[in-house]
């Protein structure tokens, strides 16, 4: 079976362009495109689609909408995948479409669509549950940090890591816990380690894991 997915984006000849390179593959099939936020959650819900792909912005207001409907299908459609497309590498769109989880969600930059192989290889990533961050993205974040030449995760244990990967699944505390067989006051210790070997010690809890996922989805990436 195809993967079904619905385009949201404001200019018709994105919209299109996005929708050619889509098709060309053969797998995915596009089942609806629409051009603001009510327009989406309505075709969601008449089409139930695998992927949502979504510009960042776009009508009523033109500021979050693509955010706004990744955190509103979470909820509505929860099996639904979701890929941002940005012009800009601003971290704090992808901080907001991670802050549920990161399973599902990708964020790219509207360039990728030049390259075909880079935005359906996105679109069959989230369908079955992964992420993917745009490198601008990462090396943007990484260079905050100031890590840009270095993995963030270099400093951390085995079993930091292992918390880690946990975490950027969308698992709270005591998932992590009973995934890895320790006790959520460990998961609470190593969590807490983890964040204070990344810089992340002084931000909100909310913050702060969304952050460490991003880095955890940058290790072994070259943002150069």
Do not use: W
């Not at 075709?43 to 979050?64: I, K, L, N, Y």
């Not at 359906?120 to 993917?132: D, K, L, Y």
């Amino acid at each position: 079976m195809p993967l079904r997915v619905v385009i949201a984006e404001d200019s018709l000849l994105v919209r299109e362009g996005v929708t050619a390179v889509l098709r060309q593959p053969g797998d995915i099939e596009v089942v609806a495109g629409c051009g603001s936020l009510p327009e989406l959650l309505a075709a969601v819900d008449e089409h139930g689609p695998d992927v949502v792909v979504t510009d960042v912005r776009m009508p009523p207001t033109s500021t979050d909408e693509g955010i706004r409907a990744a955190t509103e299908l979470r909820r509505t459609h929860p099996g639904t995948g979701v890929v941002v497309l940005s012009q800009y590498a601003e971290t704090g769109y992808a901080t907001a479409l991670l802050a549920g989880g990161s399973a599902s969600r990708a964020y790219l930059l509207k360039e990728r669509v030049s390259n075909p192989g880079q935005l359906v290889a996105a679109v069959r990533e989230v369908a079955h549950g992964g992420s993917v961050i745009d490198p601008a993205v990462v090396e943007v974040l990484v260079s905050a940090n100031g890590r840009a030449r270095v993995s963030p995760l270099a400093e951390l244990t085995s079993r930091e890591r292992d918390v880690l990967a946990e975490i950027a699944q969308g698992k709270s505390n005591s998932g992590v816990a009973a995934a890895l067989y320790l006790s959520e006051r460990a998961v609470e210790k190593h969590i807490n380690a983890l964040f204070a070997k990344l810089g992340l010690a002084s931000e909100p809890d909310t913050n702060r894991r969304v952050k460490a996922v991003l880095m955890h989805l940058a290790d072994g990436v070259d943002p150069a």
